[in-house]
């Protein structure tokens, strides 16, 4: 009941913040990254450093009840921000490259596409196709290491699952393609590492064979889990390194004279007002209502505060992801390195956000 209580939440406040961008764009006439920006904050890297420092300080032993111990309710406040954080970048990946071309002005036409699969098809039968070069027709760094004999039939085979589905998908009405292309894209690497994870999790032959001790009978534990993890602790810092170069860049375009992205004054007042004031004006105030009112929320007051806190926050920085993900522009993607250097320099704007949260789950406790 505690997981989807935090599941149901962050679904809902990261649709409505879709909504809200979306309609706040077009209102004033925004660039289409505002949208994503104002629709996914940061649910990873953040809470957990937030929840790691407010560990270390013991600021929330104020909201232990019971026999609660402080270290069993910051690890159910952990998995409530991955619960989070799991959803939202699910979201992202599935809702996000519609977002940054609503128009879809990009999408080429259908004597365009029917060309390219002409060309796929002829590059399938010759095996001519087995190396993808960059727009200059040198190596890059997307060019396979295998040797030849591994890439020509790899390739091959690919070439023709992917013809065959084309022609089905074509073969569809209108409606279900629409349905297939909808589904197609929430079927997402963070949706599908969160499914494996709830098997495994789920599953005790397999949670013992990933998680126990090796002793024990966790086999897995010491060289994959643990690797897994470790890749996992680096994405935060890898995103922070993309930006960096980033906005290096755009430094040395600027100096040049040349387009470095500009970040707009009304973006960055619309999305740090919504980010870091709106939204918890509006979540605090609501769950303290649910918590002390009503009976939907189970009498955990970490989860109380937990959902108190999910939508607040600067943007994600998987936006700058994003934007590889979707081709956009090398100035789109300055100006977005410039915007998230701004939005985390003011991010000290979210201790009245973590105060207020408090408060306000004292207050339903005492209610």
């Known amino acids: 009941m505690l997981t989807a209580c935090a599941i149901v939440w962050s679904i809902s406040y990261t649709l409505l913040s879709v909504l809200l961008g979306r309609v706040l764009t077009r209102i004033f006439k925004l660039p289409s ?17 937030l929840i790691e420092s407010l560990k270390q300080t013991q600021v929330l032993d104020v909201i232990l009840v019971g026999g609660d111990t402080a270290a069993d309710a910051l690890d159910r406040a952990e998995s409530y921000f991955l619960i989070n954080a799991m959803i939202s970048n699910s ?4 809702l996000g490259p519609r977002l940054l071309k609503p128009g879809d002005e990009d999408a080429p036409d259908d004597k365009e596409e029917e060309a390219n699969e002409g060309e796929e098809e002829q590059n399938g039968e010759n095996g001519n196709g087995d ?3 960059g727009p200059d027709g040198l190596i890059n760094e997307h060019t396979s ?15 023709k699952g992917y013809l065959k589905t084309r022609k ?35 599953t005790p032959a397999l949670h013992k064979l990933f998680f126990n001790n090796s002793n024990e009978g966790g086999y897995l534990n010491a060289w994959l889990t643990t690797a897994i993890k470790n890749i996992g602790e680096l994405f935060a810092s890898t995103q922070i390194i993309v930006v960096g170069v980033k906005l290096s860049q755009s430094m040395l375009h600027m100096k040049r004279g040349e387009d470095s992205g500009e970040v707009s004054k009304p973006s960055l007042a619309l999305v740090t007002l919504i980010r870091f004031i709106i939204w918890p004006l509006i979540s605090i105030p609501l769950i303290w209502a649910l918590a002390s009112k009503t009976k939907m929320l189970d009498a955990d007051p970490m989860l109380w505060f937990a959902m108190m806190l999910m939508p607040t ?3 994600a920085m998987i936006l700058v992801a994003l934007t590889d993900v979707t081709g956009a522009l090398e100035s789109m993607k300055m100006t977005i390195a410039k915007f ?8 000290p704007l979210i201790c009245f956000a973590v105060v207020g949260s408090l408060k306000a789950t004292e207050a339903a406790i005492d209610r």
Not at 91 to 94: E, G, I, N, Q, S
Not at 145 to 159: A, E
Not at 340 to 347: G, K, N
């Open 33 to 49: 990254w505002v949208t994503p920006a104002i629709a996914f904050n940061n649910t990873t890297s953040l809470p957990l450093l």
């Open 91 to 94: 979201l992202t990946f599935a």
């Open 131 to 133: 190396i993808e070069r």
């Open 145 to 159: 290491l295998l040797p030849q004999r591994v890439i020509q039939p790899t390739n091959r085979v690919g070439k």
């Open 168 to 202: 089905w998908f074509n073969g569809l009405g209108p409606k279900t393609q629409e349905a297939v292309e909808v589904a197609w894209q929430f079927a997402n690497a963070p949706l599908l590492g969160a499914i494996v994870g709830a098997i495994i999790g789920l």
């Open 313 to 315: 926050g600067p943007p």
């Open 340 to 347: 998230l250097t701004i939005s985390y320099a003011i991010t």
